[in-house]
């Protein structure tokens, strides 16, 4: 495997723990580690208004997001039309997160984990789209 697709599947992976992570959070009593006060405040953040798109977590997202995207990749790579589609909903995703961050003030770290290996893994697909 070359060093791109080890690097997608590494930003993968950490994309669909990290979600899986909120998405439990979310749904069970799960305690959130995150230190509260200051700009950092995971809690407000994925409690807030911001944290659902019609009464669905935002989390659930990325991890369809993610899973979706290590099959276009890995599984079905001649689906280049459909990924192209699929970055862009991902790049839809992290502007909402940072506006709604924005909106409140308030920053989570996870949810900007989430941010980062969206934008590092359309960075590398489209740095590498002859590639991938």
Request: aromatic residues 10%.
């Amino acid at each position: 495997m070359s060093t791109p697709k080890k690097l997608l599947l590494l930003f993968v992976i950490i994309g669909i723990v990290d979600s899986a992570y909120l998405t439990a959070v979310h749904y069970t009593n799960l305690s959130l580690y995150c230190p509260e006060g200051g700009v950092v405040n995971c809690t407000q953040v994925v409690t807030s208004v911001y944290s659902t798109v019609a009464g669905i977590p935002i989390a659930i997202g990325g991890l369809v997001w993610f899973i979706a995207l290590g099959i276009l990749v890995f599984w079905l790579p001649k689906l280049k039309a459909v990924r192209n589609i699929w970055i862009i909903f991902g790049l839809v995703a992290v502007a909402y997160s940072i506006i709604g961050q924005a909106l409140l003030g308030e920053i989570c770290e996870y949810c900007v984990l989430l941010d980062i290996m969206i934008l590092l893994s359309v960075y590398l697909l489209l740095r590498e789209r002859n590639r991938l």
